[in-house]
Structures are given as structure tokens and as C-alpha cells.
Nanobody
Framework: QVQLVESGGGLVQAGGSLRLSCASS????????LGWFRQAPGKEREFVAV????????YYKDSVKGRFTISRDNAKNTVLLQMNSLKPDDTATYYC??????????????????????WGQGTQVTVSS
């Protein structure tokens, strides 16, 4: 059974930073692409960032490029999201998601919710102005 557990959320002032962590278990971590999504109150859940199974160049939502960095540590079965220069619009519940890269290949990137097979429970990020 694959389990994903997020941590690191909290309350921060605009311009501040947070680092989200997602610990994974129950699968061969290195074969999975990993993504971060977020859902603000009253809005649809949206893609934020993804890193491939091979750990190649990540892909980001336009509004977070240059501020957020996704990375993975295969030795610790963990995916991180470093968030800098936070804005009130970044306020949301953040979810990590995982899927095996097969059959598309270890460099594949996935940006759609329905492409992911496993989800964490979410961690709240609140950015005050």
C-alpha cells in the first residue's frame, strides 16, 4: 500500500519561505514521478510542480516559476517543495502525488490530476499580507 504523508505547512508572512516535505512508503520510490498540487478555498485543485522518476528537469506552474523548487531524495523516499517569496495567492492546501512512470518512461512529466495514482492528505499553507 502506497502512502504519502506531507508536512511543513504553516502560517507565513508574504515574502517568506516554507519547505514542504512528502514522505513516501510502500513502493519503489525511484520509479515514481512525483508532483505537488494545491487547492485554495472555493477553487479547483491545480498543478504546481512535478519531477520525473529520473530526477530530470522539473516543470512548474507559470506563477510559481523562479520561486518554488521541487526536488527528490531517493535515499530518504522524500520529495520536497521549497517555496520562497510567498504571496497571499499561494494560500492553499498542498498535496503531493505519485505515479509509476510506466509505460511512458522515467523522464516523463505528468501535470494532470487524473494521471496520478496516489495522493497525500494535504498540508495547509497560509500566507498573510
Amino acid at each position: 500500500q502506497v502512502q504519502l504523508v506531507e508536512s511543513g505547512g504553516g502560517l507565513v508572512q508574504a515574502g517568506g519561505s516554507l519547505r514542504l516535505s512528502c514522505a513516501s512508503s510502500g513502493h519503489t520510490f525511484s520509479t515514481y514521478a512525483l508532483g505537488w498540487f494545491r487547492q485554495a478555498p472555493g477553487k479547483e485543485r491545480e498543478f504546481v510542480a512535478v519531477i520525473s522518476a529520473s530526477g530530470g528537469t522539473p516543470y512548474y506552474k507559470d506563477s510559481v516559476k523562479g520561486r518554488f523548487t521541487i526536488s527528490r531524495d531517493n535515499a530518504k523516499n522524500t520529495v520536497l517543495l521549497q517555496m520562497n517569496s510567498l504571496k497571499p495567492d499561494d494560500t492553499a492546501t498542498y498535496y503531493c502525488a505519485a505515479r509509476d512512470h510506466k509505460p511512458y518512461g522515467p523522464s516523463s512529466l505528468f501535470m494532470l490530476e487524473n494521471e496520478y495514482h496516489y495522493w497525500g492528505q494535504g498540508t495547509q499553507v497560509t500566507v498573510s499580507s
